[in-house]
Every structure is written in C-alpha cells, then in structure tokens.
C-alpha cells in the first residue's frame, strides 16, 4: 500500500504517543472515573502492572476491577491498608511486588500509607475535585455550590500524607452557571476533562516535564472537620459523665478549658473546672455540619461514592421525599440543607420513616443520621454507604494471641470487648491465663477495671436505648441469632481447642458438650424470639364502662452476667441466649481463669452482625469487676453461678444498689440414691459419670452416693475396676477419659479435701492424690464409710471425689431423709426398677432437677436451677427466658 507524504505525516501525528516515554503504573482507586483512566492510560502505551481496589459489594466486582480483570492485569482487592494507623505487612509486600514506577490515584476512597505513596520512583499523584488550595477535604464539588463560587474545576496534585496539601501538577477550572448541580459539574467538567488531565499529568512525568507547584496558604479552606486550628464546634450531643481515668487519645486544644481534649474511639474527653472527665459523644459546627466526635481528625480520609443506576433512581425517590416535607423550598438541589430549610424534629421521624417505607427497610436508618448528614449529598452518600453495607463503622481490629495446637492455628482475642471493639483495660493492666495441662501461660489478658465497666454497662445502655438491637423486629433478631449460632458451629473445632486448653476439659467433651450445647441454645432461644407475648385477662367490669386488661412482656434493659470457670462457653450460653432473644443487651464477665471462648464468642458475635454495645465482655476479677457489677445504678438484672457465699454477697449488692433482678444458680451438694434393684450395670456407669464427669468440675455432680448395704461392696468394688481403666492425661488426646482440674488453686483445694476426709474416719478406698506429671491432674478418687457428721459429707468437693454412704436395705424413708439432709438442692438421682418406688422417691427430694436412671441428661428446652441455697432462678427453657422479662399489665376501658 502506498502512502502519500500527507498521509505520513498525519499517521505519525496521531501515533506519537507510541514514541513518548513511558511508565509502569500502579492504579489505585475505583469506580466509572478510575477505570476510564486506566483505559486510556493503556491506550496511551503505558503499562499498568497492578490494580488495587475495593472488594466486591453484593458480589459485584468495581468497574475498574472489571476492566483490569479482562484484561488481565494482577488486580488486588485489599479492604484496607492499614490497621491501627499502621501498614499492613501483607498488603505492603503484595504492593511493592509489582514494582510500579508511579502510583496514580483517580479516585481512592481508601486511606493510603505513605510508604506506599512514596515508595515509587516517581511517588504519586491523585485528583483532586477542587482548584487547590480551595476547598480541601472531603466532599470538595459541594462546598464549591454551598459558598456560592464562581468557579470550578479539579487539580491533580502530588499525593501527601490526606491533608490534600501537596505541590500542584495541573489544574483546570470552569465557570460554575447558577443552576449548576454537583452532577451537572461532574458530568460537564470534572469527570471527562478529569480524565484527560491524568492522562497528561503521567505522560509529563514520564517526559520528566511534570512541575511541583506548592500549595499556598493563601485562600486555602478545609472542612471544619479536618484542621483542628479552624474546626471549632459549637454545639455538643450525647455527654456522660467518663467512670475512671481517661484513654488514650489524640490531644486538642480547647478554648476556656481547663487543660486539652481527647479525641478517643469512644468520643472527645473534655475536662471542667473539677477536672472530672466528660466523654462527648457527636459535634455540631457552625455550618450545622454533625460528625462523630470519634472522627474529629480523621474525617476526610474516604471520598463520595459514584452512584448505580438503580441508586440514582432511589436518590430520585428520596428527592420526592425532601421536597413533600420541605415544601417552601423551590427545588431540592444537592447542597439543600434540611435544617436550614425550616425543617424540624418532627420531620426528622418523618424523613427516616419515609425513606425506609419507599427505599429500603433494610437500612437500620436512625434519626441521628439526618443530623449527620444535613445537605441532601451528604445525606444520599450516607444512605447509600448504608446500603451497601459500606457506612464507614470502624472495622473490627483483633490483636491475636495464637497457638498452633491440635492441629491447627487457633487465632484466640485477649483483650476487652466493648461496644463492638476490642481494647486495652483502661489501666492496661494484663494476667496470665494458665494452660492446665502442663501449668504454661497461653497468653496475657486484659485485666478489666472499675472504669472498663462503666464504659462497658454505658455502651450496653446506649445499645438497648437508642441502637437498632432495641428497635429491632423480634424475628430479625432471631435471625441473628441463628446466624451466631451457625458461625459457633464453623468454628466448633477452634472454640473446643480453646476451651480445652484454657479450662482442661477433654476435647470430645468440649466438642459435645461446652461448644455443642451451646449452639443448640443459642438455637433454641432464637426459636422464641418472635413468641414472646402476653395474655388478655378479663377483670370486674364496672358497669357501664367496659375493660379489656392485657399483659406485655418486655425486656428489663442491660443486664449482666458472671459464670464460673467450669464450663466457661456453655455457662456463657445458657445465660446469653436467653438474655439476648428477651431483647435485653449485655455485659458479661467471664471467670478470671477461664476467659478465652467467652472472648471468642465476641468474635463471633460481631460476625454474626450483633449491633454494637449489645454484647460486652470484661475478663478480670469478680472482686473488682464482679462487684462493680453487682452494684451498678445501670444494670436491671444480674445472673451469676458460682458459689454460694459469693451468691450471697451478689444479691446483697444487687439489693442495696437498686434492687436489681437476680438469679442464683449456687452450690450443690447433690445426693444420688441406688437401690438394690437396680440395674446395676448402668447404675456403676452412671454413677462414675455423675462424679467424674469435667473431671467432678460440675455443678449438677453427685457429692454424696447413697448405696444401699445388700450392693454396696459389688458397687464399689465394680466402680474402682472401672476407675483403673480410665486414661489421665493430655486433654487434646481422643482417647483420654479423664483431663487435669482448671487451675493450681482449685488442685490444692481437692487435696486438701481428701486428707480431711480421711482425717476424719472415712475410708480412701482409692485415688486422693495428685498424678505424677505436669498440671494439675488430680486422680479419680473413692471414699466410703462416710458417716452424715462428715465435712466431706456436707461440703461440696467440685472434683473427681466420689463420697459413698451405705444405707440399711428398704429403708427409702431413711434415706431420703438423710439425702435432703442438706442446705443444698440443686441437683439429685435414684436408680430403681420401681417405677412406683421411683416416682416416689423423686417427688420427695427437695431439689431442682431429679435424675431417674441416668444423671448429667440436661437439655435446652428444660428448666434448670435449684433450691435452697442452690439458689433460685432458672437456666434453660422457657423459664429462662422469664427471668430476662418484666411483665407489664394495661388497663383500657371503653
């Protein structure tokens, strides 16, 4: 083919580019504008060797993903870059593999380290919705329209550390018409000659042309949010009074106060002239503008999100919804404040109720978000963050302890879990939590304090009050629920190993029974979420009037819950589930040596999408946290097991507090009776089972075995054959039968135990000492001639020490007597082939649950709790769910 020297020429002319400079490229950013950018950039003969983007939303991948993708360019969907203000190792490494010689950042709603903003041979540049130095900050094409400037435009400037303060490559502006709106702006100007700019802005870098023009000072403007030397708050929302010493935080400076603010996770700490600490919750500025006061200094660091189709026609909707309420407003433009335009409190519920009705009910849109977001952008950009699941709540950071045990990597959190986060007790104090096995330490964990529970018990309050958990449909809360109650199910192997090596139960018992009953009760009382009801009652009608009287049954409002060391996720459970489907919020505290499942379970609830503040979790000491608890003004309810001295010392704090609700589930003292007649095969497995089973760490065991004489020497004798076949050891190993006690305290405590048993007379028939290896294994031990007047016969051992007493052959009376011989009743057995003789007997022992040839049988859908100084109050069951209830009666007359 022949070419004419014109041709030539203008062949040349439009292919120059192929013969310019040109540069690796990392393309960090998303959406329509970010792709456009990477299209042309490819088109222009640069090479792109990395995209990095957000993860898909709703499985759908960003446009530029999608483009890169196809084209296959390594692309790199990273959440965040950084966790804690600190880089990600993992992201870092998997940036700098690339080895880009220049990053450019169309759009990047994502923070982005400055070892990655620098580490290019040329740095980075980024685009910028403004004529910088004007308007820096978020949301930039608004404030041009709010101040009423003349023009608009964009700069792409040298990336910095977000101040949006570094030198200037290039610039262009526009007239701004007065109908403009930020669309008409974004799709006139900014969007198409946006892309041109970057386009040149990296062929000039390439050329080694591109200036470096320092920003002024002069004329420049921030959002009031992000500069704390002109970000000055007028108004402030939602105080409380901070219990304790202030957190950590970032320091500011206020006018008239007595010393600087803190800006904390929690809020902005600002201190009177008492010097006590006041925590405040959001701020208010001059422009009306409302933030999170949490956010003082970080606001900025995300920018607007490029609206769908199908999002620009919800946004058309609630436009509709603006102007029916704003109706002395000519048109509802973007910069359009709904305060500023005569709008009040009450079109606040209006606008919220609205919005879900014609939008989506499945926003949990709060009023407090209209005060957040004034202008009609602000307020689509937070409704649509909203909706994709994207609103900006700060992520869940965990700081692991990990162990590679049993298989695998357990990933175990050891800090306190409150509202929603895991933090640092306020004092930064820590303990060691002792692996019983061979006595190591697993890990240090927080070490909650007084202050640590305030804040706690103020973020359960504020949950129940005016978080979405309160108002919540019941089945909806069901439904998250059973959702954590599927995630404890895929992560059953972890918490049972936790559980295993933090309390020293044998693994396949803490697969079955710690971790597998506590599912099915999370299960079981998401079934009764949405069947919670009242009743109609009819009363004396006083004639002519008519009445109809009805019950509701409401939830009580935060309450808090202590649990022993012996099943420290199931104790969690029975009390939680129940708690959480009556609608109440939280905050438990786990034994002091056994805290590890219970802070995987916060884990797990956050997962599961509990709202913030519902649960809390304190590990620390009963002395200090427990008794905070029990006395605090705030909490409406508080279920404990433990023992019964400390019971008592619960209720009366409870008492003289503010006569809180409590249920007791204490001691136990648990008589079994066996009669001649029974089938003694299964009365020797089931009686071993009711001593040794959690290695006697069991609230419901068999403290004393009455055996009746004509048996009792082949009972004891079969018994003790059986014990020298159990094997003691590791917990973790599958065939082990009989794991170490939880702790070195509760160890000497059992031996102890065992020599005042035979001090007094009784006879050790076998076990009563510790194994001869690491931990705290105790052997399964065996005591007979028990008399009635014995310490061992009236105290509760919690370990493996079976205590028989033989009783004379048919005297049912006089056993039955001596086994209700006690200040407990919590538990009790009989094993007979007489079903009369059984029925009998089980309707006169006075305790809570009466075993009838078999023991241990507990299920979720059965009332659990005893008598006496057992306590009172019950676990499990509908009659659980009571004890989390207030009933409420309502009178009408018509």
């Not at 870059?81 to 994502?110: H, T």
């Not at 409870?654 to 079994?672: R, T």
């Not at 014995?790 to 007493?805: L, N, Q, R, W, Y």
Request: glycine letters at 8%.
């Amino acid at each position: 083919m022949l070419w004419t020297a014109s041709q030539v020429i203008r062949k040349f002319s439009t292919t120059s580019h192929y013969y310019q400079n040109k540069l690796k490229l990392a393309i960090i950013g998303q959406s329509l504008f970010g792709q456009e950018v990477y299209s042309n950039l490819r088109k222009q003969g640069h090479k792109v060797v990395g995209v990095f983007t957000v993860p898909d939303k709703d499985g759908k991948a960003d446009p530029l993903a999608v483009a890169a993708e196809k084209d296959g360019t390594p692309v790199f969907k990273f959440p965040r870059w950084r966790v804690k203000g600190k880089p990600i190792p993992e992201v870092v490494d998997a940036y700098k593999a690339v080895g880009a010689e220049l990053n450019v950042m169309p759009f990047c709603s994502q923070f982005i380290p400055m070892n990655i903003i620098d580490n290019p041979k040329h740095g980075s540049i980024i685009y910028h919705p403004s004529i910088l130095p004007l308007h820096r900050g978020a949301s930039a094409i608004n404030w041009t329209l709010i101040h009423g400037d003349k023009k608009a435009g964009f700069t792409v400037f040298w990336a910095d550390d977000g101040l949006d303060t570094g030198p200037i490559l290039l610039q262009r502006e526009c007239a701004v018409e007065p109908n403009d709106t930020v669309d008409t702006l974004y799709n006139r100007f900014l969007f198409p000659e946006g892309i041109k700019a970057m386009v040149k802005s990296v062929q000039l870098i390439a050329d080694g042309k591109a200036p470096r023009v320092p920003q002024t000072e002069e004329g420049a403007t921030y959002e009031g949010i992000q500069k704390k030397s002109n970000a000055k708050p007028v108004t402030l929302y939602g105080s409380s009074m901070l219990g304790g010493s202030a957190p950590t935080g970032q320091a500011l400076e206020v006018e008239g106060a007595s010393q600087p603010g803190l800006v904390t996770k929690n809020g902005l700490v600002l201190y009177g002239t008492d010097e006590k600490p006041l925590l405040v919750k959001n701020l208010q500025f001059e422009d009306g503008k409302m933030i999170p006061a949490s956010k003082y200094f970080s606001a900025g660091e995300s920018s607007s999100v490029e609206l769908t189709d199908d999002e620009k026609k919800m946004a058309e909707e609630i436009r509709n919804i603006w102007k029916g309420i704003l109706s002395n407003v000519a048109a509802i433009e973007d910069s359009t404040d709904f305060f500023k335009s005569g709008a009040a409190s009450m079109d606040v519920v209006r606008l919220v109720e609205e919005v879900k009705q014609k939008c989506s009910s499945e926003v949990q849109l709060q009023t407090e978000d209209v005060y957040m977001a004034t202008t009609f952008q602000d307020f689509i950009q937070m409704f649509v963050r909203k909706l994709r699941g994207e609103d900006q709540e700060e992520e869940l950071v965990i700081d692991y302890a990990t162990k590679d045990v049993n298989n695998m990597t357990v990933k175990m959190p050891y800090q306190c879990f409150i509202n929603g986060q895991f933090e640092d007790a306020e004092n930064g104090k820590v303990y060691n939590t002792i692996n019983p096995t061979d006595g190591s330490v697993i890990c240090k964990v927080s070490y909650a304090s007084v202050g640590d529970v305030d804040r706690a018990v103020a973020a359960a309050k504020e949950a129940y009050e005016n978080g979405p958990w309160g108002k919540m449909n019941p089945r909806d809360r069901g439904s998250l629920l059973y959702r954590l109650a599927d995630l404890m199910e895929e992560h059953q192997e972890e918490l049972a190993t936790i559980e295993t090596i933090d309390s020293g139960a044998v693994y396949t018992l803490a697969l079955k029974t710690h971790v597998g009953m506590s599912i099915q009760t999370f299960r079981y009382f998401a079934g009764w979420c949405d069947k919670i009801q009242g009743k109609t009652i009819p009363i004396n009608q006083a004639r002519p009037n008519r009445n109809l009287t009805f019950t509701k049954k409401e939830p009580l409002g935060v309450c808090a819950i202590v649990i022993p060391w012996n099943y420290p996720l199931m104790m969690l459970a029975w009390k939680s589930a129940a708690c959480l489907a009556a609608g109440n919020t939280l905050v438990l505290k786990p034994a002091q040596v056994t805290p590890l499942t219970a802070l995987k379970f916060a884990e797990l609830s956050v997962k599961a999408g509990i709202p913030k503040g519902v649960i809390n979790i304190l590990p620390g000491s009963g002395g200090m946290v427990g008794q905070r608890l029990s006395d605090h003004p705030d909490i409406r309810k508080l279920g404990f097991t433990g023992s019964t001295p400390i019971g008592k010392q619960i209720m009366k704090s409870c008492a003289v507090s503010n006569l809180k609700k409590v249920s007791l589930e204490l001691g136990g003292k648990s008589p079994l009776i066996i009669f001649s007649d029974c089938d003694m095969d299964k009365a020797v497995r089931m009686g071993m089972s009711s001593v040794y089973f959690n290695k006697g760490e069991n609230c419901i065991a068999a403290g004393r075995l009455f055996v009746e004489e004509s048996i009792h020497d082949e009972f004891i004798s079969r018994v003790v054959e059986e014990i020298k076949k159990m094997k003691i050891g590791d917990p973790l190993d599958r065939s082990t039968d009989h794991g170490p006690q939880n702790h070195k305290a509760h160890m000497d405590k059992l031996l102890e135990y065992c020599e005042v048993g035979v001090k007094e007379g009784a006879t050790l028939v076998y076990g009563g000492r510790q194994v001869d290896r690491p931990g705290f294994f105790m052997e399964p031990t065996v005591f007979t001639d028990v008399e009635d007047h014995m310490f061992i016969a009236k105290e509760e051992s919690f370990g493996p020490v079976m205590v028989v007493s033989k009783f004379n052959d048919g005297d049912v009376e006089g056993v039955l007597q001596r086994a209700n011989d006690t200040e407990y009743g919590l538990a009790s057995g009989v094993f007979t082939r007489d079903i009369n003789k059984a029925m009998y007997v089980s309707e006169r022992l006075e305790a809570g649950t009466v075993f009838v040839n078999t023991y241990n049988k507990t299920d979720v859908a059965s009332p659990f709790g005893g008598f006496k100084q057992s306590g009172f109050g019950k676990d499990l069951g509908e009659d659980a769910l009571m004890e989390y209830l207030k009933t409420k009666a309502v009178t009408v007359e018509y």
